[in-house]
């Protein structure tokens, strides 16, 4: 599968760098785009980040799914930025696969595209989601085309959780004992 990650400055470190590691190691395709129109961008701890490409070089047609993760930067800069709302928009309405994050399920939420379906979010952002079912005990939530999840603890499991949206629960059970060594 070919996968859209959106990075900002402030995104949570491990939700992005382990997702992304995930994925890679199951076979996916993972292009990393800036929405802060230049390729190097500042995570939440370590210095820069150097990302694959800028988002007005994509083309998001030819994406299966977005990936969104969290940190300040989901809720600092991310709601400012028009791109976001329009690339949650386009893979939400096309059917295609919106997961997020920590905070960045907040996005997805206030378009109302989680209205009457369960998600998980870090705790304080579920008031932003519109009419969806708060799962606030659950670490990775699917719900049709979204895959929430809680927080940077839960990185690891959304990656597989990603990973098994696409190619099925045996190929997620490989992947997952290839990450336990075993």
């Keep these: 599968m070919k996968l859209l990650m959106l990075f900002v400055d402030g995104f ?8 992304l590691d995930v994925l890679k190691r199951g076979g996916d395709t993972v292009t990393t785009v800036s929405l ?5 961008i500042n995570p939440k701890y370590i210095k820069e980040v150097k990302v ?4 007005n070089n994509i083309n998001k047609e030819e994406y299966d799914g977005l990936i969104i993760p969290g940190g300040p930067g989901s809720f600092k800069i991310m709601p400012l930025i028009k791109e976001v709302e ?3 928009r386009y893979f939400a309405t096309s ?4 997961a997020s994050i920590c905070a960045a399920p907040h996005l997805v939420g206030k378009l109302g595209y989680l209205k009457g379906r369960d998600f998980t979010c870090h705790p304080g952002f579920e008031d932003q989601v519109i009419g969806g079912h708060y799962l606030r005990n659950k670490g990775v939530v699917i719900s049709d085309n979204f895959i929430t999840a809680k927080s940077m ?13 696409f190619h099925g629960e045996e190929s997620k ?5 290839a990450l336990q060594g075993e």
Excluded: C, W
């Design 12 to 19: 949570e470190d491990t939700e992005a760098i382990a997702t």
């Design 52 to 55: 694959d490409t800028l988002v």
């Design 86 to 88: 329009q690339l949650i």
């Design 153 to 165: 603890y839960y990185s690891i499991a959304f990656g597989l959780a990603i990973h098994e949206y």
């Design 173 to 177: 059970n490989a992947l997952e004992r």
């Design 36 to 40: 802060m129109n230049r390729e190097y």
């Design 95 to 98: 059917n295609k696969l919106v």
